[in-house]
């Protein structure tokens, strides 16, 4: 019967329902002498729409907050066992009215009396609780998946609360965290202790936001990464009394980040540092020589002979090589210093706090420790050896002029022989030449993008009878500057060879001519021979071999008419890729001569091995030929040598009539040269088409 209920319960069953923080209902504990909030749960908390860290202390509207009234209710119920439900107007702390079924009964909490006052929500709220209870389970079991820990700290009981997550973050039984300030420190390394402990206080001091990382030993012995962050709440008076933070695992993510890290500073294939961590250290340096000068100095060196192993065994191979080279030099090289690979091949070394004399002692080390070196590979054994530059740094040199000064010293140490070291001096001669033709190289290629090459050709006349008619001619290469002048041609050709770009202009050239050609058929039919200079870079690319085979397939060009030339000592680097290259042009029907022929190294042994149809006498034998017996020999010889073979000869820099005569006398069958005629534009040959057109005057 209703009579019977009664919602008065003892104290201490109050008291543990509260602790359990299971009451179905929303709950509220007044204190019987003032009204204020000594307890709420999240229910009432929600209903009043405020937080429970501000609802404590208050007074709610219209909820025993009059003295009178308060008073009269605790004495109702000290002396009646039963007080019935009723409906009672409160408000919330947005100020807005409420009406809500109320029970009340007396309880002992914390050692106060107080009204135990539990109402059901309003119908309105009913759906927003069900929403938050909902939100509030998903919420944790997510957390629950992240594996992120909860905890809490009252600052007035000094107690810190763990949830079951923290515990298995910490790997430890669920509950056996004492809930002390020193035992959560303890689980931290010693040297992370003393940083949590600052920060710990600054935002028990001050509050707000914290955001920070440290490491715990567990007590399985494994390290593991914790990032903590949390708030430290105050109350109305500025005081903190709650802070709550979250924790999880970064082990892993903190794992990955450092090996990340490291691969973006390191080269992959060697461990060594790479180019950009390089050049960043550099940087340091240079930037602090202004404030602390000392003598330091940049080493740049490569392997070489890495090519031939590459080529000849493979890849593998050469990554295996670069792998053993770095090992072996890492013992010769000290802490202080630091060692690089910049790339391919290429190494760097800084010397810090080293003399120049000791520099070269270092470097002179690290030679030998090479030459020393040998390299094998699926039976095969290899000797390595290196060529270095020293390049002093100083505070006045930027990192791009230091790096591009060691790459030019390279250069010369190479051709200076390899196996060699350049140290670089101011006004070192060397360098400087080497840094006139990076500048014809910049040229160049400007003159590639701007479409500011010209074709020119020059005459090649018949010096005896019998020879063949039609027009013989020479194309050759010109490059204008930004004023429409011509740039010399020698210097241009000369680091286009240095700097590998010999065979982008070769196929410019190409594609340039054979589209003249077919726009010009008339010219065509008086055509006897066309000749074409290929470099050496460009007889040893298989690349251009294929595009050339496909020009030669456009039935528009007259592929007999052509004649590819290239000089004697490129062709002797590389005799067997060269004779393989001519024969194959050759299969077109085009011709092959060798060019500045008698200017190369056992001229007359390796002729019998290249196919050529023509030879080019050097134009330094021809030259001098009416003045000096000795050249006057040298073209006969070269000229009877060639005639026995079944070769044409053509004698270059005839530049007079005296010369043209005695190269008649030899037998020589063609001249080129200023006698003859200078180099014109293309197009002026048309010109001289006309000419050759022109019938005879008869008048």
């Not at 929403?131 to 944790?140: A, K, P, T, Y």
């Not at 591009?404 to 400087?432: F, M």
């Not at 042009?585 to 060019?595: H, Q, S, V």
Request: hydrophobic share 40%; net charge negative.
């Amino acid at each position: 019967m209703a009579e019977n209920t009664t919602v008065k319960m003892p104290t201490e069953t109050a008291a543990s329902l509260l602790d359990a923080g299971s009451l179905p209902f929303a709950v509220v504990l007044l204190r019987a002498n003032d009204g204020t909030v000594a307890y709420a749960n999240n229910l009432m908390s929600m209903i009043l729409r405020i937080g429970l860290d501000k609802l404590s202390g208050k007074t709610i509207p219209g909820l025993y907050e009059d003295d009178e009234q308060r008073s009269e209710a605790v004495k109702l119920l000290k002396r009646s066992s039963f007080v019935p439900p009723k409906q009672i107007e409160i408000k919330n702390f947005d100020d807005k009215d409420l009406k809500v079924i109320s029970a009340i009964s007396l309880i002992k909490f914390q050692n106060e009396l107080c009204i135990f006052v539990a109402f059901q929500a309003p119908q309105d709220e009913t759906g927003n609780v069900k929403r938050l209870r909902i939100s509030i389970e998903r919420h944790n079991m997510a957390l629950r998946a992240a594996k992120v820990g909860i905890w809490s700290w009252d600052i007035m009981s000094n107690r810190i609360t763990w949830d079951d997550n923290m515990h298995d973050l910490f790997g430890i039984k669920p509950g056996s965290f004492s809930g002390k300030n020193r035992e959560f420190l303890n689980y931290m390394l010693p040297e992370d202790r003393q940083e949590q402990l600052e920060l710990g206080k600054r935002y028990y001091e001050d509050g707000g936001t914290f955001d920070t990382k440290f490491r715990i030993l567990r007590p399985d012995g494994e390290t593991r990464v914790i990032i903590n962050r949390g708030e430290a709440a105050k109350n109305s008076q500025g005081i903190v009394t709650n802070i709550v933070g979250v924790c999880w695992d970064v082990t892993e993510n903190f794992a990955l980040s450092a090996k990340i890290e490291h691969q973006a500073l390191h080269d992959p294939l060697t461990g060594l540092l790479n180019r950009f961590e390089m050049q960043k250290r550099l940087e340091g340096l240079i930037q602090s020589l202004a404030n602390e000068p000392s003598e330091n100095t940049f080493c740049y060196f490569s392997l070489d002979r890495f090519k031939v192993v590459n080529d000849t065994c493979g890849h593998d191979a050469g990554d295996e090589l670069l792998r053993q080279i770095s090992e072996h030099l890492k013992t010769y090289i000290t802490e202080k210093d630091t060692f690089a690979r910049m790339g391919s091949d290429e190494f760097a070394l800084i010397m810090t706090d080293c003399s120049g004399d000791e520099a070269r002692k270092v470097a002179d080390t690290l030679l030998q420790a090479i030459q020393n070196f040998h390299f094998e590979w699926a039976g095969k054994v290899f000797d390595i050896s290196l060529s270095m530059a020293l390049v002093p740094i100083s505070a006045e040199k930027s990192v791009s002029e230091i790096l591009g000064t060691a790459d030019v010293s390279l250069s010369a140490a190479k051709d200076g022989g390899r196996g060699r070291i350049h140290e670089y001096r101011p006004h070192d001669s060397t360098v400087i030449r080497r840094h006139d033709e990076m500048h014809w190289v910049l040229q160049l290629e400007d003159a590639l993008r701007s479409d500011r090459f010209q074709l020119n050709f020059q005459p090649i006349e018949p010096l005896q009878d019998e020879s063949e008619e039609g027009l013989h001619y020479e194309v050759l290469l010109r490059v204008l500057d930004d004023a429409g002048e011509v740039m010399s041609p020698q210097e241009l050709l000369n680091a286009a060879e240095q700097f590998d770009m010999a065979t982008r202009v070769d196929t410019w050239v190409v594609n340039a001519l054979f589209d003249w050609l077919k726009k010009h058929p008339d010219h065509v039919k008086k055509l006897n021979l066309c000749s074409i200079n290929l470099s050496g870079a460009s007889i040893s690319d298989i690349n251009f071999l294929t595009f050339l085979k496909e020009k030669l397939q456009n039935p528009d060009i007259p592929v007999t008419k052509l004649s590819f030339e290239v000089t004697e000592n490129a062709a002797i680097k590389n005799i067997t890729k060269a004779r393989d290259f001519i024969n194959t042009i050759k299969e077109f029907g085009c011709k092959f001569a060798l060019d500045d022929f008698g200017s190369g190294h056992s001229s007359f042994a390796y002729l019998k091995d290249l196919p050529v149809d023509i030879l080019k006498i050097d134009g330094v034998f021809v030259r001098g030929i009416h003045l000096e017996p000795v050249n006057y020999a040298m073209v006969k010889a070269i000229n009877d040598v060639g005639q026995v073979m079944k070769m044409k000869t053509i004698a270059e820099y005839v530049e007079n009539e005296e010369i043209c005569k005695e190269l008649k006398e030899i037998g020589v069958d063609y001249g080129q040269g200023y006698y003859f005629g200078k180099s014109e534009k293309l197009e002026e040959v048309i010109v001289v088409n006309s000419m050759i057109a022109e019938p005879e005057d008869t008048h």
